[in-house]
């Protein structure tokens, strides 16, 4: 029989906070349990009530938990915000035995990770880029290759130590230890994106509802990451500011009937408004919302746009962009992203998975399904073993967290 590995995942959003609990036997990874909750505690990605937060992640846990069967101690999360930050780092090593060994490339890239750092900041990855192999260049897997020297270039992620620590004190507080912590937009890649495309050149962008982040990638690799504080939330405010409707009218009105392009709007459609206090409903025409949306989201495009151009990269994007997160199915979104990227969009869905995979087939849960599969790939650690030390364990000690 194959061996029977738990993996659980947790996204802990701005709008949501989703736990996915998984199982993988050999090479089949299903879905057990699924937990929803509201976030609350945390703006535009970042904690700032860590007691709120952690009553969050307690509920959606113990939702998944009861579909599961199963008992959640450790956890894979992400981390998005305007803290992250990506540079190009360079490692160099002497190859001991004349070929490269497994435990050469750790070194190198090793190597590549010791740079200065102000004590605000943390290194949540070391990505590689390419290998060199003394004078041969762009190779990706070196291991097995003769040589005397062995280099790397590779993109570090980094975050602000303050933002790791208390979400990991988040995660702490509702009784769970984090094994590991992954970009966002990382996570949402492995969940959205097709190896072809990450090859030829593919630009994501998450969604989400306090931040949108982007990730793009180049011949495989992982090659830029930035973060808008922009997202989601912002929209349903200018729909409660601009129809002077409740909040969560607004977000009614924004899943329900929202288009950000307005000429997908015939002139005869109306919606019912709800009033702020006693007053009645108003009847308006669906083109003003429309309008209001179709603002905020020329502004968020033409950022991202600005991003990309930054970037350097942009001309290399021949699968153009892949739009995931929980404001994706915006109507007209991808007709309006064509517009201002002069490049070809679809909305990313996650990779389906058996058992209860169709409850999560939706671009809101990407990341989550994403953090599952990157444990599932990368980590393999169940709930109930010990990883060895990584910097996260040296980091919680420092903290004073344990691990």
């Known amino acids: 029989m194959s061996e029977r590995t738990l993996l659980a995942a947790l996204d802990v959003g701005t709008s949501k906070i989703c736990c996915l609990i998984g199982e993988k036997k050999g090479e089949e990874l299903s879905v057990l349990g699924v937990g929803l909750a509201p976030a609350q505690g945390l703006r535009k990605g970042v904690v700032i009530n860590i007691e709120e937060a952690g009553h969050g992640i307690a509920q ?28 190009v780092s360079q490692g160099v090593i002497a190859l001991k035995e004349g070929e490269v060994r497994a435990e050469d490339v750790e070194r190198v890239l090793e190597a590549a990770r010791a740079v200065s750092l102000p004590q605000d900041r943390v290194i949540l990855h070391v990505l590689p880029q390419e290998y060199s192999v003394d004078h041969q260049t762009g190779i990706l897997q070196p291991v097995g290759m003769s040589g005397v020297r062995l280099e790397t270039k590779a993109l570090l992620v980094e975050a602000s130590a303050s933002a790791v620590q208390n979400l990991v004190k988040c995660v702490s507080q509702a009784g769970l230890e984090v094994v590991a912590v992954v970009l966002q937009a990382l996570a949402s890649a492995e969940a959205v994106l097709t190896q072809e495309e990450k090859e030829l050149g593919v630009a994501l962008i998450d969604f989400g509802g306090g931040t949108t982040d982007v990730a793009v990638f180049v011949e495989g690799s992982l090659r830029y990451t930035a973060s808008v504080p922009v997202g989601g939330d912002l929209l349903t405010t200018d729909i409660t500011v601009g129809l002077r409707t409740p909040r969560a009218a607004a977000e009614k009105l924004k899943e329900t009937h929202g288009v950000c392009l307005p ?17 009645p409903p108003r009847k308006m025409s669906k083109k003003v919302l429309a309008e209001i949306l179709e603002a905020r989201v020329l502004e968020l495009l033409e950022i991202l746009n600005t991003n990309l151009e930054h970037s350097g990269l942009k001309k290399r994007l021949s699968s153009g962009v892949v739009i995931t997160g929980g404001s994706a199915l915006l109507q007209g979104l991808p007709e309006f992203a064509e517009q201002i990227f002069e490049l070809p969009v679809r909305i990313g869905y996650p990779v389906k998975l058996s058992g209860l995979g169709e409850e999560v087939n939706h671009p809101r849960l990407a990341t989550a399904v994403g953090l599952l599969l990157y ?8 709930p109930e073993e010990s990883p060895p030390e990584s910097w996260l364990d040296k980091f919680k000690k420092i903290l004073g967290l344990g691990g």
């Open 60 to 87: 959606a846990c113990k939702e998944a938990e009861s579909q599961a069967y199963e008992e959640v101690r450790r956890v894979v999360t992400g981390i998005a915000g305007s803290h992250i930050e990506s540079r």
């Open 263 to 279: 000429e997908l709007v015939d002139e005869d459609e109306v919606l019912e408004v709800p009033s702020l206090g006693q007053k």
């Open 375 to 382: 444990a599932a790939k990368y980590l393999e650690i169940s």
